[in-house]
């Protein structure tokens, strides 16, 4: 086996996080619903776009993207794989996973859908209102996965979002083959309880005819998976099916199962939960590290937790703090 050239590579949707206030009365005279994720089109998603104010913020986001800016932060070789349009919003996705230290050269779409974003409207007493336009980054193809790239990554991590779109479900088994093909390991995030409850049945086959060497889920996910209500029983469960499990608890920590054996760390307190959104990305970005590193389960645990620690202690889903220094803080392997 050769050497490698990334820690870890990530697959999966690369959408910008778009936030700004809400006037009053703006959400409902645009007809949304208070609080709710609403799905919606180009069209719709040009016209409000053009009605958001000039001091929106614009941050690069999506799941897999995020967990690559988290293994940059501490200290790991990152690459992320994912689809954005020729246009602004695919140069402010591309700035900020390139000056999170992660690389990144996926062909941009040229005269098709516009970038991914989520516009966040944000009401005077902090509820957040959402509107996701999919676009570019569902048109990721077998194309878009390179050999090279995956077969010189320790570990590839794909998120199940990219199970919807046929051609990129596609690109998901390719990318696994070619890490394996290099004696690599892949890996994938079940993502949502609703991802898992529209492709159950492939999920596990995918798990169990070891396509894929790891799984990543958190409690709700993981039951939804088995169809229990027993976290113990859907525990006992994926130690029979997967190489490798890793389970978030939220204020109860987290859970390896490995080859049968489980390993439990608690989660690191923190004062305050600000912003819960991309912590499951970030204890990817450690778990997925220290193995890629050879740390211990038990290290590897840890420091997925800190990571996760760190982004659910502020606004937004990428790491504020330099991970790799507060890991040394906490005493962990680097």
């Given amino acids: 086996m050769t050497q490698t050239r990334f820690d870890v590579l990530t697959i999966g949707n690369a959408i910008v996080d778009i936030i700004a206030p809400a006037e009053p009365g703006f959400i409902e005279r645009e007809g949304m619903t208070e609080g709710i994720m609403h799905l919606i089109e180009t069209d719709r998603a040009e016209d409000l776009y053009g009605k958001m104010p000039l001091g929106k913020q614009q941050i690069g986001g999506g799941s897999a993207a995020n967990t690559a800016a988290g293994v940059a ?16 919003l695919g140069d402010v996705f591309e700035t900020d996973l390139t000056a999170a230290g992660v690389h990144y050269t996926t062909s941009r779409l040229k005269g098709g859908a516009l970038t991914a974003r989520s516009m966040i409207f944000v009401s005077e007493d ?16 077998e194309q878009d996965i390179k050999p090279d790239e995956i077969g010189g990554a320790a570990i590839t991590y794909m998120e199940g979002f990219l199970w919807d779109p046929a051609e990129a479900k596609k690109a998901f088994v390719l990318a696994a083959h070619y890490a394996h093909k290099n004696e690599r390991a892949a890996a994938f995030t079940l993502s949502d309880p609703f991802c898992v409850d529209r492709y159950r049945a492939e999920f596990l086959d995918l798990i169990r005819s070891k396509t894929m060497d790891y799984v990543f889920a958190n409690v709700h996910e993981l039951k939804s998976l088995y169809q229990t209500d027993d976290l113990g029983e859907a525990v006992r469960q994926i130690a029979k099916d997967a190489e490798v499990a890793a389970i978030t608890m939220g204020a109860d920590g987290a859970m390896a199962v490995i080859n049968g054996e489980i ?26 590290l220290g193995m890629a590193r050879g740390q211990t389960v038990e290290s590897a645990l840890r420091t997925g937790c800190l990571a996760a620690s760190e982004v659910i202690s502020h606004i937004g889903a990428r790491p504020q703090l330099d991970l790799a220094d507060l890991t040394r803080q906490h005493g962990l392997v680097g």
């Fill in 263 to 288: 390993v439990s760390v608690p989660a690191y307190p923190v004062d305050k939960v600000v912003d819960a959104t991309g912590a499951g990305d970030l204890f990817a970005s450690g778990f997925l």
């Fill in 73 to 88: 932060s501490l200290g790991g070789r990152a690459a992320f794989v994912g689809k954005v349009a020729d246009d602004v």
């Fill in 126 to 141: 902090g509820e957040r209102t959402m509107n996701t336009y999919l676009g570019a980054c569902h048109q990721l193809t």
